[in-house]
């Protein structure tokens, strides 16, 4: 006895939802950040700092990380079709995954530029970054964290991987700029390759985030199972139901940002067809009910007192 029920409610869309506040969020830390790119370029050029530049070009990539995050969810939030029976989620971890590899490939070109200028040695021809450049590095930090806090919120809200990517990136690009800061202000007290070793421990910062980054999403990718504790209160949900007298098999994985699961229970084999159907049903129905992210369950009735095939 199967069932497979995709359910909708009436009174509101949650994919529109859904898309309307990830283009919020992502229209909001846009603007943001050609701001802050341009500021940070202006002063790391004028001040004459490098890690002030290096910056600003980490705050450009996160404008173009940003247009990813909104056409990666936006394609992830079409209805399914013909082709795409299951839905499009997947193409959301397919964004987050580009957003890594950019957020590498940007940390990468800052951490080479700043060892070429470690490693030749000739330090005091590197310029002396100007006040402006600190003062530049402090409105970094302040507005990349409030972004950080503000797309991360809403990525819990929507659970979206691809905005807690972007939020990361948020969150990297103000680490960068303490990097920054700290930089500027060694080389203003004497130490001048300070600025160059502060944009080489900002593209740790940044390796290190786009790493994380690349994990979640893969994991998604690969139909990875729930963790623990959700299989757990997913069981105790199912054996809730007076009818269900065991449970042969629960499967789970996560698609995107949605779970599927398919499990199979036992009844009374003295019961009707009918009887096994209802029995489904309401634990298909319990299922949904108390697991909002569940899209998909498949729900197998087994009699309790036959042997038992693991069927695929």
């Given amino acids: 006895m199967e069932k497979n029920i995709v359910s909708s409610k009436k009174d509101h869309n949650p994919e529109i939802e859904f898309q309307k506040a990830a283009n919020r969020v ?14 940070k370029l202006l002063a790391g050029i004028i001040a004459h700092s490098s890690a002030m530049i290096s910056d600003a070009i980490h705050s450009a990539s996160d ?8 056409i990666g969810i936006r394609l992830a939030s079409k209805k399914p079709d013909k082709e795409h029976p299951y839905g499009h989620e997947r193409l959301e971890c397919v ?10 490939i940007t940390g990468l070109g800052i951490g080479l530029d700043a060892l070429t200028n470690i490693l030749q040695g000739n330090y005091r ?11 530049a590095a402090i ?3 302040v507005s990349k ?5 503000y797309t991360r919120y809403y990525a819990k809200k929507i659970d979206s991987s691809a905005l807690m ?4 990136h948020h969150r990297s690009d103000a680490f960068s700029s303490v990097g920054a800061l700290i930089g500027i202000g060694g ?18 910062f940044i390796a290190k985030a786009a790493l994380d980054i690349f994990r979640d999403a893969m994991d998604k990718m690969v139909d990875h199972a729930c963790d623990e504790e959700t299989e757990r209160q997913i069981r105790d949900c199912v054996l809730q139901n007076p009818n269900v007298l065991g449970i042969d098999l629960l499967r789970t994985r996560i698609f995107g940002n949605k779970i599927y699961v398919d499990v199979e229970i036992q009844a009374d084999l003295s019961i009707t067809l009918q009887e096994a159907h209802n029995i489904a049903e309401n634990v298909h129905d319990d299922i949904e009910r108390s697991f909002p992210k569940v899209k998909h369950i498949m729900v197998h009735v087994n009699p309790n007192d036959s042997i038992q095939f693991e069927s695929h």
């Fill in 26 to 39: 992502s229209v909001i830390t846009i603007i943001g950040n050609l701001f802050l790119s341009v500021l």
């Fill in 139 to 141: 409105i970094s930090i």
């Fill in 125 to 135: 021809d590197l310029q002396v970054p100007e006040v402006l450049a600190l003062i």
């Fill in 187 to 204: 080389a203003r007290l004497g130490f001048p390759v300070m600025d160059s070793a502060a944009s080489l421990v900002i593209f740790v």
């Fill in 95 to 104: 964004a987050a995954i580009l957003l890594a590899v950019i957020l590498f």
């Fill in 63 to 70: 404008v173009f990380s940003t247009f990813v995050v909104i």
């Fill in 165 to 168: 990517a972007d939020a990361w």
């Fill in 145 to 149: 964290e409030g972004m950080y806090w």
